[in-house]
């Protein structure tokens, strides 16, 4: 199963601002320009974090993003469920249907990753992991292509 980058990047905009002290906000810009990817994309995915209360958006001169909810009550396998399609195939058109158990397969398959996600919370990727603090709060932002 392959994540899509809405939701790849997703996490990532999350774990950055997990990084941040307490309160602390940032810019989608800051963020697009750790990641290197086009500042449009990350527009979208900032909008669907806060419709989704995991990222606080305040307007205005003194606005920004920060995380909506403290990042050990950030669940990873929630955010994926709410932002991934989780359809893996579409079985609408097949002529084997009624008789296919490959449906059930792939949907077992989905829980169990999203279970295993659900061990995890933002906390968990972010606390005591140095390196990722030397890279991500290096001065001048460095771009982060993890594929």
Known sequence: MQL???????????IYMATLPEGKQTSITEVTEIYGV?????VKIINQLSRLGFVAATRGKNGGIRLGIKAN???????VRKMEPLQLV??????ITPACRLRKALYDAVQ???KELDRYTL???V???SPLYEIILSEPP???NIK
């Open 112 to 114: 169990l990753f999203l």
């Open 38 to 42: 086009s500042r449009n994309h990350m």
């Open 4 to 14: 899509t980058s809405f939701t790849d990047y997703g996490l990532r905009a999350l």
């Open 90 to 95: 579409d079985c609408s058109a097949c002529v």
């Open 73 to 79: 009550q950030i669940v990873i396998g929630d955010v």
């Open 123 to 125: 906390a968990d990727l």
């Open 142 to 144: 460095v771009a982060i």
């Open 127 to 129: 606390d005591g992991n």
